[in-house]
Each structure stands twice: as structure tokens, then as C-alpha cells.
């Protein structure tokens, strides 16, 4: 079946440091890729999406391109800040499916 | 995005109780979905709730255990029954927006301990 691979964490960096998460994939057809973001104590909120091959999904300084050639969909920002800190999930949704699957989720904390 | 409530936001149960945990959408969507999240863990789709049909339930979660209703587009209830310790997880209700490309839009959940 579909599944999602993230990076281990914790991801620990300084206040303005670069951050990479990996993601990827594997899924039979086009899925429909996400990430999400669980803040301490809270929901999940959808962070940014892509929907097909080459697409670059954007929100709030974070970025994510969907690389079908590598089954990649790694989720970056050029300076990141302490509100920043929170739990980050990778997630498909099947091409004509209902269904998400998450990967494991990668925690990041922003020293100041 | 649809505004998404759950109730009760979090309890304390004893083992062999049951809970019902609700959840209420601001708008009318066709698929509502619940999710457990186990301490530390990633999220695991438990079933898919419709309006009008059964729930549809994943692999390793049964209707007996997890008893789902669906009476209408804005709302649905989630039934932990006969609870264990190891049902202690945070609940989540999510929707799927008529015309979202897949997307789901999620509920701030119900922290569940069992004792």
C-alpha cells in the first residue's frame, strides 16, 4: 500500500537557521501530496499541498515541491523562528481515494 | 476551510467505560473521517463516516469497538466502548471540503486517558 517516509527527529536549530525536512513517498498513480503542522496542545492544520508532479506548494515561508522523479516532497524555510517549533507531518491522499496517510512526523525545535 | 469543534476536549475514563465524542462542522460536507493518534505517534485513519450509509472502517478497527454515527452533513459521533488503558490517544475528526482537492481539514481533537 501507499506510504510515507519522514526524516527522524527531533530537528533541533537556532532562530533564523535553514530548515530542511525529507519527505517521500509510495504510491501507485498521482497522489495529492501535504504537509501538516500539530502545534503543542493542538489540531493539525494544513500547512501546504501540491496536487501534481512539479507544483510548489507555499505558506508562511515554508516551501515544497513535488518531485515525482525522486517520490519527494521535502518541506524547507530559509529562516526559521522559535513559533516555529511544533511537530510537522508529510501526508498523500490516494489518486481518486478518500483516504491520508501520514508519515511519522518530525519534531523541530527553534532555539532563540 | 470549514470551522471544525470537537466535544469534549479532553477526559479522564475508567477502564471498561465507554465515551461518545462529538464532532460539529460550520457547513455542510459530504466526508467526514476519524483519526486516533497514539502518544507520540503519527495519525492512523480509524473509519469514514457518510451521510445516509455505514461507516466504512480500516483495517484493525471494528464497528463493535468504534460504533460511528453520521445523522447529517454537519455532524458525527465517534464511540470508544469497553475502553483499556491502551485506548488512551488523542481522537480527531476531519472533513474533506465539497470541491477540496483531497484535502482534509482537521478538529482540534479529544485527549482521551484511560485508567
Redesign the interface.
Known sequence: GDSVTQMEGPVTLSEEAFLTINCTYTATGYP?L?W?VQYPG?????LL?A?KADDKGSNKGFEATYRKETTSFHLEKGSVQVSDSAVY?CAL?EEY????V????TILRVKS | ?AVISQKPSRDICQRGTSLTIQCQVDSQVT?M?WYRQQPG?????IA?ANQGSEATY?SGFVIDKFPISRPNLTFSTLTVSNMSPEDSSIY?C?V?DRGA?????????TRLTVT
Open positions: 495529492s501535504f501538516y493542538e489540531g493539525l492544520q494544513l499541498k496536487t507531518f491522499s481515494g478518500n483516504k491520508l501520514f508519515g511519522a512526523g | 476551510s466526508m473521517f505517534q503519527s495519525l492512523t485513519l469514514t480500516e480527531l476531519s474533506r482537492h483531497y484535502e482534509q481539514y482537521f478538529g482540534p481533537g
